[in-house]
Every structure is written in structure tokens, then in C-alpha cells.
């Protein structure tokens, strides 16, 4: 497909949904980014990904928003030799065929969570041979998981809260001991978290050993390793980051959630006239010192996992003590237009649709870089 000049359309997979608890978040920032994406520039090509983890291709959103059957089954091979969009035609008597629907230029993964945001369809994409926005497989990955992401801030001498690390065949087995584990090496508040999940699904606030109890569980119903970190009196702050080898940051937001913490409910479910509704504060109420020792401790945190593309970097400032602490980073944050992350990058003076053309051109360059490298090796005979 041409644009209006001649030219051809860049064609954008936007890859969305995925088997994670954050499916339905997913599904909203796919809506917005595939709005937004210049229509005379780009031709975009939804492909959704079911809760059971079917690819399906056409009408994407209405399908499974509500079941409507208006997509077809999808696939991508890991072959770096073609880069199309697959249809897949299901027999009954035979294996299925495919089809090309078309060739795909650059992917905008706007997966949230597991199978999406951890490397694992980064894989496939790498296997794929097609540029895609956001981090690597291993920035993905580190980003992911919550408890290596804090060995990697503390090897790169960048703070993190007091954590402790369960399994959840710990907890399983041995519950007393676990608690009494935690409450040795932290004090009350802490917060339970699955160590690879993201928008605070599973997440609690626990003030005393009931509610330790009660949140390890919960946490351990979303994954196998949970993490327990210690509680302060916090400003939550975010920072958004934009880039690849020379990454830049957005000024500094704030969050001010109404409730106990900024949970799944303050963050998607919260009506904006309701007492549950988190205030976001851009830019963040932070001197101008402090606004660049945050700014600068952020894109310390994203090159420290090898990000690309984009990250949300979560920061806390303890109200007492005035220490700063990297909390994690979203590689794939949400991307609706009231999302932290367009809102940071609107309030540095980048538009959403500018901010959306700057993502593809850096997955097309980093792209570039990277098949500009050798993947074969030949040993030189220096004496023949």
C-alpha cells in the first residue's frame, strides 16, 4: 500500500492481548496506539493473540472483546527468510495451510506481562528477522523479573528497598518458616508481589503477619517466585525514558494514589471523579537538583539492563529519609493516551503520534545495527 506521495506505507504489526493477567490493559493500549499510528504513513496490521494463546489476525479487537467472529487464525514462523503474516486455513483431515496476508515491515509489541513483555516473544521476533519496538530478549527478561532485576540494580551499585525472595513450593511447604523468614530481615509494612507480573496484579500491602500470610498467597496464585519488599512512606515517581545507545529522559511525574497503594483498581477501574482515583502530577512537585539526580538514575537503570526502544522507569523517594530507590522498569508500559508514559513524553514536548513515529524509527535503526553485525566465524590460516 501507498501513501498519498507514492510511497510505501511502512507496514506495522501491532501485536496485542497475549496469556497474561493484564490482557484486557493490553487491549486498551492497542486500541490507542492503533489510532493514533499516521494512517498516511503507516499501514497497521492488528494481530491479536487470545487468552489461550491462538494468533488471530482481522478484526482483532471486536473479536476478543466480544467473541465476535471476525479474525482468523495467524501465525509468524521463526524464519529470518520471510517476514510475512501467515493466515492459517484449518482443516479437519489435513494439517493446516498457510497463507501469506502480508509482509510486515517492524512490529509494535503492546503485550503487557508474561508471554509478551519477558523475552519471550522477543525471541520469536529475533528468530523472525523483523525489527520490532522495545527492549531485547534480555532487557525484556531482566525488566521482567522482579527479583533479577534487583540483583542486576544492586551489581551496578544503583539503590533498591531491603526484598526477600519465596518460592512458592517454600511457601507451600514450609508457611511458618517463611514467615518468620520475612520477619527477621523486614518490618511491617511490606508488599508482596509476583516476581513477574506487572500493572500491581497480585500485589498487597500487609501490615502484620495475617495479611503476610494472606498476600503470599495471593501473590503465589500468579507465579512460582514471589517477592517481598519492604514498605517506607513513598513518592512514587516515573519517569518515562526514550532510546536505544543514547537514551534521554522525560521530566519527572508523580503519582498520589487515594488508595492504600497504587493498585490494579487505581490504575484501570478508578473513575476520574471517584474517591479511588490516583492524581498524576506532571511534572512531579521536585526541585530542579533532585529532578536531574532522578532523571539521570533512570537512564542509569535502563542501560543497566540493556533496554531499547522504551521503558518506564518507577522510582521511590522515602518522605523521611530523602533516598531515592529504583523500583522496576515497564519495557512495554501502558500506552493508552492517559498512560503515564505519553503523558510524560506530551509534558517533555513530544506528541503521542510523534512519540509513536520516534518508536518505529528506533526499531528500524537498532534493527539495522544489529544486522550489520557478523553471525558467522572463519578461521584464518595466518600460515599457510
Known sequence: MEDKNGQQKIRVGVIFGGRSGEHEVSLQSARSVMEALNKDKY??????????????????LAALTEGADTAVPAALLPDPQSSALLRMEMETAVPATLSAVTELDVIFPVLHGPYGEDGTVQGLLELAGIPYVGAGVVGSAVGMDKAIFKHVMT?????VLPWVLVTRLEWEKRPLAVLDAVEADLHYPVFTKPANLGSSVGISKCDDRDSLRAGLAEAARYDRRIIVEQGIPARELEIAVLGNEEPIASVVGEIRPRRT???YVAKYLAEPDSDEYSELIIPAEVDAETAVALRALAVKAYQAIDCAGLGRVDLLLDKDTGAFYVNEI????????????????????V???ELLD????????RYEEKSSLQTSFTVMDENP
Do not use: C, H
Not at 49 to 56: A, D, F, M, Q
Open 43 to 60: 499501514e497497521v496490521i492488528p494481530v491479536g493473540i487470545t487468552k489461550e494463546g491462538r494468533w488471530v489476525t482481522g478484526d482483532v
Open 155 to 159: 551489581a551496578n551499585q544503583l539503590p
Open 261 to 263: 497503594f497504587y493498585d
Open 330 to 349: 515497564n519495557t512495554i508500559p501502558g500506552f493508552t493516551r492517559i498512560s503515564m508514559y505519553p503523558k510524560l513524553w506530551e509534558a517533555t514536548g
Open 351 to 353: 506528541s503521542y503520534p
Open 358 to 365: 520516534r518508536l518505529v524509527e528506533l526499531a528500524l535503526a
